[in-house]
């Protein structure tokens, strides 16, 4: 993992003596975009433990998983890791707030809090159990929170840090990765121009490794500018066709999901420690539909027999990638921004007032980046 080097003690300025209500978007039951709802009257998520940070939001992006949740995806999980002892006065988690990512400065900070002081600008991605970041504040642990790159505006940062997490926990967690592990790599992205392909590409690059990219054609200009060495165009050729005259790969990442494991999986070398990553799991539809424990249950057998018929069958691993929370994962990548190795890909920016219109944008999908909300 990632170390933290610097240490401040922090100095605390509670806006919540001013102010006890806040501005956010709000959903007060699973739907369509039509119930997103702006309202004034939130509560402001004031620090509650001593490790806590409260940021005041001046940027937010949405990801796939806000148009999901909205809808209700992962509702049973979610519920769970929201209150595991069923503690909490209300059985409701409306009304909710969505908007993973966050760019924005720090206004208090509980007791124990040593990374970060009142006035730091800072960067996170706010886990989906947590209360979202399309309102004007948002509380974390510092842990999950990290200093933003200084090179970046707000509506650029806030465009990183959810398909960062995720990359860094896919890349790393799952398919063994690393910065000083990766220059002999060969590695295939699915779904090369959205927006964990857009940032993976970048950050395969800066450890060196060698990066082929599926994608539109109209996304090739994009993807390569941003250092993706090989591009094939699912939409035009048969692209399984086209990648197996390829030498085999190391690593594959999934950002697409459907059928892809069926035809990619011979892709990778055999026997020599390649694995398969893939973002788009069944976890939460499972749990979903069938409820925590066996949907729990149904998915990990699912992943168990593939990972055991793949390791036979083709010598490779199965494995699946999650976002995981985590700052001082999010400061390496701030170095990485500074140093001018990876570059914000924001393709559309709305003013906070139209939050459902940056929904309706990323539910007509093709996104070639990120789409970001200015919220201060
Ligand atoms: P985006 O919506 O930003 O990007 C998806 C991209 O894939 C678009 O650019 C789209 O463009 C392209 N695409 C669609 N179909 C294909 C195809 N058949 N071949 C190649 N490219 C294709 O999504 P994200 O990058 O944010 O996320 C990718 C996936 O990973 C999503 O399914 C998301 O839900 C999942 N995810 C999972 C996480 C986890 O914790 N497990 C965390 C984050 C994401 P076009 O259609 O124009 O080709």
Redesign the pocket.
Known sequence: GYSRVCSRRSVCSSPSRLQSCMSAWVIDQYGTNGLLRHTEEITIPTISSASEVMIQVHAASL???DI?MRGGYGATVLKLRRDPLSVMNTDSEFPLILGRDVSGVVVDCGAEVTHFAPGDEVWAAVPPWKQGSLAEFVTLTEYEVSHKPKLLSHTEAASIP??AN?ALSALVNAAGLCRDSSSNKRILI????????TFSIQLLKAWGAHVTV???QN?EGLVRGLGADEVVD?TAVN?ADQLEIMEKFDVIID???GD?ELWAMGLLKPWAGAKYVT???PLLHNTDSMGLLDGTFNAVCNLQSKAIQNIISNGVFYR????TPDGPALDEVSRLVDAGKILPVVEAQFPFAHVPQAFQKLEE????GKTVVRVA
């Not at 699946?320 to 976002?323: C, H, I, L, S, V």
């Not at 999908?365 to 070639?368: I, L, P, T, V």
């Open positions: 990801n796939p998983l999901s959810y398909v995720t699915t779904g090369g121009s959205g927006g964990v392909g599926t994608c539109s996304a699912y692209v950002c697409v999901g892809t973002l788009v799991t699946w990638g999650f976002y999908g093709h996104a070639r």
